[in-house]
Nanobody
Framework: VQLQASGGGSVQFGGSLRLSCAVS????????MGWYRQAPGKQREFVAS???????SYADSVKGRFTISPDNAKSTVYLQMNSLKPENTAVYYC???????????????WGQGTEVTVSS
């Protein structure tokens, strides 16, 4: 199982970006997919997540500006980021809790980071 994140880039204050995270490989089920970020000199923090049942969670700092959405047919999750601020500058990481097979327990997977830079 691999997670491939894409969509990062550089934008100005107030701009938008859409991140994508696609799961590839063989697996039985995706339980949760989400996004975390790590700003320079800071710890990695939660941004947003969505469960297989459609339950969505957001960090307070992004509520109303970021939207997480799935494309179940493509095993992909998107993070639409609007009204970006310089403090949103970070490396964004995709995360998923996946059951690889009927005989294995759930595992936590991470994609490579995609860098987001917001200039003032």
């Amino acid at each position: 199982v691999q997670l491939q994140a894409s969509g990062g880039g550089s934008v100005q204050f107030g701009g938008s970006l859409r991140l994508s995270c696609a799961v590839s490989g063989s697996f039985r089920a995706i339980n949760v997919m989400g996004w975390y970020r790590q700003a320079p000199g800071k710890q990695r923090e939660f941004v947003a997540s969505i469960t297989s049942g459609g339950t969505i969670s957001y960090a307070d700092s992004v509520k109303g500006r970021f939207t997480i959405s799935p494309d179940n047919a493509k095993s992909t999750v998107y993070l639409q980021m609007n009204s970006l601020k310089p403090e949103n500058t970070a490396v964004y990481y995709c995360n998923a809790d996946i059951k690889p097979s009927a005989f294995l327990r759930n595992n936590d997977y991470w994609g490579q980071g995609t860098e987001v830079t917001v200039s003032s």
